[in-house]
């Protein structure tokens, strides 16, 4: 099982703040049945340089495999970037840098604003002139800033991946825009094939790893099946399968 999105490498950004608390995240992982995590930290091109901010994770990445080293049990890690979009990012030379490693992957996080036309060029080129896999981070917690949705369309109908956070199907109902994203995220897995998951964990509060809890939803509301094709479809976009 694999956590595609989350904060858990050590104070590197408003995540994990020390090792203690990145072990027991992976520990609640773990025990989640999770084996592979994605660890997606922050990135912020108007705060930080590439360099700069490759050299603070891979720093804790690091230290992190150290203790993996001696805890097999612990699921394993591979790094990346949830990249904020910044306007010319589509000609960045570094673009590739922030992709999961070892892969051509990018975690893309959209301006929770009105999206433009601008920025649907920008992700249309990425994906065909650049060459990169783009994944749209938490996909619902977007639709509610889009009062013009032709940018939102023409951005979802391209062929990229979708991720879902675990947290948007656990908790609906609690509030009316949390109950919008839960309706959201369920008529995605129902419509499109492209959809992945993360917890999008920070802490083990508010903001804990929670992925089992989210699948048990998924099973009870589109069965077994339909489980089992996102798990199928995340380990080929990483390949793993």
């Known amino acids: 099982m694999i956590d595609f999105h989350t904060h858990i490498l050590p ?109 649907a060029k920008a992700i249309e080129t990425i994906l065909t002139k650049r060459g990169l896999k783009v994944v749209l981070a938490h996909v619902e917690r977007y639709l509610r800033f889009q009062k013009d949705k032709a940018a939102w369309e023409q951005i979802l109908n391209m062929p990229l991946t979708l991720q879902m956070n675990a947290e948007s199907f656990i908790h609906a109902g609690s509030f009316l825009r949390q109950n919008k994203e839960h309706k959201l995220c369920l008529q995605l897995l129902e419509e499109r094939s492209n959809c992945i998951l993360g917890t999008d964990c920070h802490n083990m509060d508010e903001r804990k790893p929670n992925l089992a809890e989210a699948r048990a939803v998924i099973e009870k509301k589109t069965g077994t099946k339909r489980l089992e094709e996102i798990d199928a479809y995340t380990e080929t976009l990483l390949g793993n399968e």
């Open 11 to 119: 104070g590197i950004d408003d995540g994990s703040r020390d090792m203690d608390m990145t072990i027991r995240m992976l520990e609640a992982e773990r025990d989640q049945g999770v084996t592979h995590i994605c660890a997606t930290p922050h990135f912020y091109a108007h705060r930080r340089s590439v360099d700069f901010f490759l050299e603070r994770r891979n720093r804790a990445l690091k230290e992190v495999r150290k203790v993996l080293a001696d805890r097999p049990d612990l699921p394993q890690i591979t790094p990346g970037a949830e990249v904020l979009y910044f306007r010319g990012m589509e000609q960045a030379e570094l673009l590739p840098e922030l992709c999961l490693e070892g892969t051509d992957i990018l975690l893309l996080e959209m301006p929770f604003d009105q999206w433009s036309n601008e920025m």
